[in-house]
């Protein structure tokens, strides 16, 4: 268990080098000069040019390559010339705000999507399960920056309820944490339904209940239990595509996280800032695939990893 | 959708009528497959979704009461009424004509980008699948970083490097499907790959690819069929989210997302601009993932599963 | 009864502006209080702004108008505006120039510090010219410094500046924003970091910065102006409009920019919110390029001209919040009207015939075999819609047979494609919006007009066009030189009059300026210049 666990977090290394690889690469081939973006619109051509030294954009490729990797062996991701403060800085600023929204995206959707997928389960093919898998099919279905403008239009605009924009309280959560939370709700509801409609057919159900005990210790009992590896499962690799998703969702919200961030900088060409934050990305994803996995094999006594 | 699998329905276990045994793959189990198919509604549902939009696709320009671009400076903004069923949009444009050539732009976009993604991702799977070893390490590490750097991100970069387009889209989005294919067919070819019929066949000297064509490539090929479709919808929702950013088609291209995107600053008094587009992007991702699912649940529920983890 | 208001506010800013090109006069103003009286003192304003914040760093704001937002609360000037784009004494109080209009001498007000603690006193003027004419503070407002020759310090309240030739338009140069004056200490201090630890001895002070989140400015108690009324003004960056709205209705926000021109009449009825109107400098045309056939021949860009239907666009896309362009700069800034090119789609098509183009297949023109094709490049959401615009023009332009498509691409690379030697430019047309930012004629023509002096380097301002008129040339040198009212008019007048007629883009709009406050606002302003300012302004 050890070893595997060693071996996991070993290679997570090199992943990340990869990572960071690629997306170095792809951004200097992108159009656009960031010492020009800072310099401004006005600025002679000096200036242009001392920014651009000082931002070691000067210097040939691989040099530039080197550096930043060895920048980054020290911890020190690098300076933003476009927001005149660290790269690290930065991160660790809006990192929370991600947060926050992808955890509560995750809340709201393992909540009620394992609700409303056992529910749906146990009164398979009644009105409820045919709704909320209608809900559920929506949930994947409808874009998220769409879904967001509508609930705004209705709850803040129309109904004047919750703010619109901004991060400040629990109340300007709500919304955003919402709009997130529909692909994953959509995707933990059916796949706890259909998980539990497989394993309620098995035998050793059947012997249970023959068993004489109530039909509420059979369902969470048993059924719950075994329901539950592929729900968990799913969602460990669900929580990578949330921070993924969020980047929309906070563009749709003025959600002040590392989506923001992140967009903002990529039409800026600050490439320190993206490099940051793909680094920081990466590795929170492949983080959150290696506790998925620990959480799974602890679950499962039938697997486990050498 | 969903209904647990009813022992007489496993369709590997029906004998084969006629036809030739490929490894394991029988031409019979294809008319099971149809069967099976048609008794399940929600599965037609989608298809009937997936072949109207089609339909609009190809006929749109006949089909559509106005040019898409015909302009109108005068008659901006408008709401649904009897001469523009859906309103018109900031230029006094007929948002519905739009919308049913916006449907030809998604298919495009959706067709080329799976195609991009399958070629390529299955091509690497079946490779890294079938050599094993550090190539197969290397190869999927590769991958890996691919599925965890986010597809939003992946795609604005791509998109950013071959500048805003159609092309770029389609390239863009077509990248980000490919970890899915790679480990979808490394996984099966891994599992087939010990099997006695490989074996047999390697031991009658037969080369590595005619393996990988005839004997992997026909088995790995029914969940790659289901995650086409699945795949196709997120095309939709991808490209619809990159042009919602302004990474899109070129203006005045007809194009959901880009729609929605132009639509926004109106919402709050003319909410149709926004709602049409979105309605629009939902119904045919709706029909891609119902058929898709319904694939799926005809083709084996159990690979339900495997198609979700991406093993 | 809007065409009249308009002529109004332009006849006075046009005297306003004219005023301010005196030279060789003292002024002497007794400061003008902060606070009205009976104004309530104390809350804090909200200013939701169309972008955010990056630097606070007075030479180099970064983002515009934003960060130039931010200037106006943490800093004075030697000299500042009033709405109405006279100059006013800030810092200075009075000044005079020398007969050769070589020396420029102001009289610092006493007593005045930094947010630092530190004075702020000649040397600290001194400190800040050289800072931003140095090329190593990376300051891209630098060629708008540069005509100072030399500081001179004779005592702690007195800064003579000597510029190398008569410089009719210097206190403009000095109230643009980036003459903001910083705390030496502070700068020093700080250095790169400056713009995040700002110390200027605006009304407001910085309390907290997050970039992209807010920033928050607190009362400069010891202000020398009078007290502020705010507590505090905090300033977020709200990128989507129709956020800005929200926020505005819900009066989370209390001063919104760049309000969409539909919602201009519904915040107007609202009954917690106004709306603030000023007809802004901003000019937008679509540029073409003269390096690239046929856009070198002058019958074609005046036919051009003709096919675009403007009343139209301002009327549908702008509900009438924006002015026809009646001179190579915004009505209140030229000082000169010329004849307008009406909708002539008939004239249009006579002026191409007679450029030798003739329609081909499918009735779009073409000469030699060559079909009218161009490019149209463009960003969206760049400038207030640009997009809608442009294919606006796109569409109106089929209509004669022109094939223009539009070429698309983001904000934050439009520079790169736009301001290049001629062997790397690509573009063919594009959407252009230029705003004076410290309200002088001259800055507006030679940014615009004056030919480039390398042809094989990049444009030297913005005459991304590559006109070149010698006579435009010399009338815009003689302006600029003159220190004589009359003359440089005259000469600005008559430069006017030949880029107007030579067509060397086509002549668009200017856009007003649309701020939405709350009712109980009070005493914020908006600068012609695009610039929300409050530091004047208080919550009822």
């Known amino acids: ?306 | 959708m969903g209904e647990p699998a009813s022992p007489g329905h496993r369709s590997d276990t029906a004998k084969p009528a006629g036809g030739k045994a490929r490894g394991g793959a029988s031409e019979p189990r294809y008319t099971a497959w149809l069967v099976i198919f048609g008794r399940n509604r929600m599965a037609l549902t989608g298809l009937v979704l997936v072949l109207l939009f089609l339909t609009l696709a190809i006929f749109a320009p006949w089909l559509a009461p106005y040019d898409s671009q015909a302009q109108d400076l005068s008659s901006t903004v408008r709401p649904p009424s009897l001469a523009h069923p859906f309103g018109t949009d900031d230029v006094g444009r007929d948002i519905l004509s739009r919308i049913m050539l916006g449907a030809r732009t998604s298919f495009l976009i959706a067709v080329m980008a799976v195609g991009i993604g399958l070629l390529a991702g299955v091509s690497i799977g079946l490779i890294s699948g079938y050599c094993g070893g550090t190539t197969d390490l290397f190869v999927m590490r590769i991958v890996e970083v691919l599925q965890t750097i986010p597809t939003i991100v992946l795609a604005i970069a791509i998109v950013s490097v071959l500048q805003t387009g159609i092309v770029s889209v389609m390239i863009a989005v077509g990248v980000t499907g490919i970890p899915v294919y790679a480990r979808l067919t490394r996984g099966t070819t891994l599992g087939l790959k010990e099997m006695e019929y490989v074996s047999a066949a390697r031991c009658l000297g037969a080369k590595a690819g005619r393996i990988l064509w005839r004997h992997l490539l026909p088995n790995a090929l029914a969940p790659i069929i289901v995650q086409t479709s699945l795949g196709a919808g997120q095309a939709i929702l991808v490209a619809a989210a990159l042009s919602f950013l302004g990474l899109g088609v070129q203006p005045p291209t007809p194009e959901w997302g880009a729609m929605l995107s132009r639509g926004r600053t109106y919402v709050t008094f003319a909410p149709h601009l926004v709602a049409f587009p979105g309605l629009a992007i939902a119904a045919l991702v709706l029909g891609f993932n119902l058929l898709g699912d319904g694939l799926r649940d005809t083709i084996d529920p159990r690979t339900r599963r495997l198609t979700e983890k991406g093993i | 009864m809007k065409r009249s208001m308009y002529s109004w506010a332009s006849l006075l800013v046009a005297v306003g502006l004219l005023s301010s090109l005196f030279a060789g006069t003292t002024w002497t103003f007794a400061g003008t209080p902060t606070a009205p009286p009976g104004a309530k003192i104390g809350g804090t304003l909200t200013y939701a702004q169309n972008m955010p914040l990056k630097s606070l760093d007075a030479v180099n704001p970064q983002t515009y108008p934003a960060g130039y937002e931010a200037v106006f609360l943490l800093y004075n000037n030697l000299v500042t505006y009033d709405e109405k784009l006279n100059i006013q004494p800030d810092l200075a109080e009075s000044w005079t120039v020398s007969p050769d209009g070589r020396r420029w001498t102001f009289k610092l007000r006493k007593g005045v510090k930094f947010h630092d603690g530190t004075p702020c006193n000649a040397e600290a003027v001194k400190f800040n010219i050289l800072r931003i004419q140095d090329p190593k503070t990376g300051s891209p407002n630098k060629n708008l410094w540069d005509h100072i020759q030399a500081v001179e310090t004779p005592d702690e309240a007195t800064v003579v500046l000597v510029t190398a030739k008569p410089f009719g338009a210097m206190l403009n140069y000095l109230a643009h924003g980036s003459g903001g004056l910083v705390s030496p200490a502070a700068a020093q201090k700080w250095g790169a970091e400056f713009g995040s630890h700002p110390a200027g001895t605006g009304p407001y002070k910085l309390q907290e910065f997050t970039p992209g989140v807010q920033a928050v400015l607190v009362r400069n108690e010891e202000y020398f102006k009078g007290k502020p009324a705010l507590d505090s003004v905090v300033l977020k960056p709200v990128t989507e409009a129709g956020a800005r709205i929200a926020m505005l209705e819900t009066g989370e926000a209390d001063v919104i920019n760049d309000v969409p021109p539909e919602l201009v009449k519904r915040l107007e009825a609202g009954a917690n919110t106004k709306m603030i109107r000023v007809p802004g400098l901003r000019i937008f045309y679509l540029g073409l390029n003269h390096l690239k056939k046929p856009f070198d021949d002058p019958r074609v860009r005046q036919a051009l001209n003709y096919a675009i239907d403007k009343e139209a666009i301002v009327k549908s896309l702008f509900q009438g919040y924006a002015l026809v362009l009646d001179a190579p700069a915004a009505t209140a800034l030229a000082g000169y009207a010329g004849k307008r090119y009406p909708f002539d789609q008939a004239k249009a098509k006579q002026l191409l015939a007679d450029a030798g183009f003739k329609p081909g297949p499918g009735g779009m023109l073409q000469k030699d075999g060559v079909p009218f094709k161009f490019t149209i490049n463009t960003a969206e959401g760049e400038y207030p819609k640009d997009i809608q615009v442009v294919e606006a023009i796109q569409n109106q332009l089929r209509q004669i047979g022109v094939d223009a498509s539009i070429w698309k691409v983001e904000a934050a690379a439009r520079w790169s494609y736009l301001r290049v030697p001629p062997a790397d430019a690509k573009y063919e047309a594009w959407l252009f919006g230029f705003n004076p930012s410290n309200g002088d004629l001259g800055y507006h023509l030679n940014a615009l007009f004056k030919s480039n002096p390398d042809p094989a380097k990049a444009p030297y301002v913005w005459n991304t066009a590559w006109y070149k008129n010698a006579e435009v040339d010399k009338l815009l040198a003689q302006g600029e030189e003159s220190t004589d009212r009359r003359k440089r008019v005259d000469s600005y007048v008559k430069a006017q009059q030949i880029v107007w007629d030579d067509a060397p883009v086509v002549w668009l709009y200017a856009v007003d300026l649309l701020v939405g406050a709350r009712k109980n606002v009070q005493g914020a302003t908006v600068w012609p210049t695009i610039f929300t300012i409050l530091r004047d302004a208080q919550k009822q």
């Open chain 1, 1 to 306: 268990m050890v070893k595997y666990l060693l071996r996991r977090l070993l290679l997570i290394l090199p992943t990340v080098w990869i990572a960071v690889t690629i997306i170095f690469v792809i951004f200097r081939l992108v159009p656009g000069d960031p010492a020009e973006l800072i310099a401004g619109e006005m600025a002679p051509r000096e200036v242009v040019q001392a920014i651009r030294a000082q931002m070691g954009l000067d210097q040939p490729m691989h040099i530039q390559y080197v550096r930043y990797l060895g920048g980054l062996l020290r911890g020190d991701l690098g300076v933003s010339k476009v927001y005149g403060a660290r790269v690290l800085d930065q991160l660790l600023l809006r990192f929370p705000a991600t947060l926050e929204l992808a955890i509560a995206a995750m809340l709201i959707a393992f909540i009620v999507g394992l609700t409303a997928g056992i529910i749906s389960a146990t009164r398979y093919n009644s009105l409820f399960d045919y709704l909320s898998m209608l809900g559920a099919i929506a949930g994947v279905c409808v874009p998220a920056f769409w879904l967001g403008l509508m609930l705004i239009l209705f709850f803040s605009v129309g109904l004047g309820w919750l703010p619109s924009t901004g991060r400040g309280g629990l109340r300007t959560l709500v919304l955003p944490a919402v709009t997130l939370s529909a692909y994953q709700m959509a995707v933990i509801a059916r796949m706890t339904r259909s998980s539990m409609l497989e394993v309620i057919q098995q035998d050793y159900i059947r012997t249970a209940r023959a068993k004489g005990l109530t039909e509420w210790a059979v369902i969470y009992g048993h059924a719950l239990k075994n329901a539950f590896i592929p729900t968990v499962t799913i969602a460990g690799l669900q929580f990578g595509f949330l921070l993924g998703g969020s980047i929309v969702v906070e563009s749709v919200f003025a959600w002040p996280g590392l989506g923001s961030l992140m967009i903002d900088s990529i039409r800026h060409r600050d490439y320190t800032m993206v490099q940051g934050t793909a680094v920081l990305y990466t590795t929170v994803c492949l983080l959150i695939n290696l506790l998925v996995d620990l959480v799974y094999s602890a679950l499962d006594p039938r697997v486990r990893y050498g």
